[in-house]
């Protein structure tokens, strides 16, 4: 079994900044890419950020400069740095890993509980 667990979310100004980090743990054997989405209230999940296992990022267009996602894959993690928030980012942050938990398995999505970043004005 996999399990994510995300931290590092909070209440910021407008214009502050949150590193946001989700450690993977469980029974797992190799990951491949690792993934940020956010939520806001009534609202579909979007997605962030991801990064490959060779360190290719990808962000949504409305990152726009501000957020940077990197991995440490000696401790199965991923970051978000954020930068110059605005209150449009205020949301659940999801991490998601595409990750198998032996040499022979097939590669699963996992999903963490998420983290809340409010940006207030």
């Known amino acids: 079994q996999v399990q994510l667990v995300e931290s590092g979310g909070g209440l910021v100004q407008a214009g502050g900044s949150l590193r946001l980090s989700c450690r993977a743990s469980?029974?797992?054997?190799?990951?491949?890419?690792m993934d940020w989405y956010r939520q806001a209230p009534g609202k579909q999940r979007d997605f962030v950020a991801a990064?490959?296992?060779?360190?290719?990022?990808n962000y949504a267009d409305f990152v726009q400069g501000r957020f940077t996602i990197s991995r440490d894959n000696t401790k199965n993690t991923v970051y978000l740095q954020t930068t110059n928030l605005t209150v449009d980012d205020t949301a659940v942050y999801y991490c998601?890993?595409?990750?198998?938990?032996?040499?022979?398995?097939?590669?699963?999505?996992?999903w963490g509980q998420g983290t809340q970043v409010t940006v207030s004005s």
């Open positions: 990064i490959s296992r060779g360190v290719h990022t």
């Open positions: 469980g029974c797992i054997f190799w990951i491949n890419a």
């Open positions: 998601s890993i595409s990750a198998k938990t032996d040499a022979l398995g097939k590669f699963e999505s996992h």
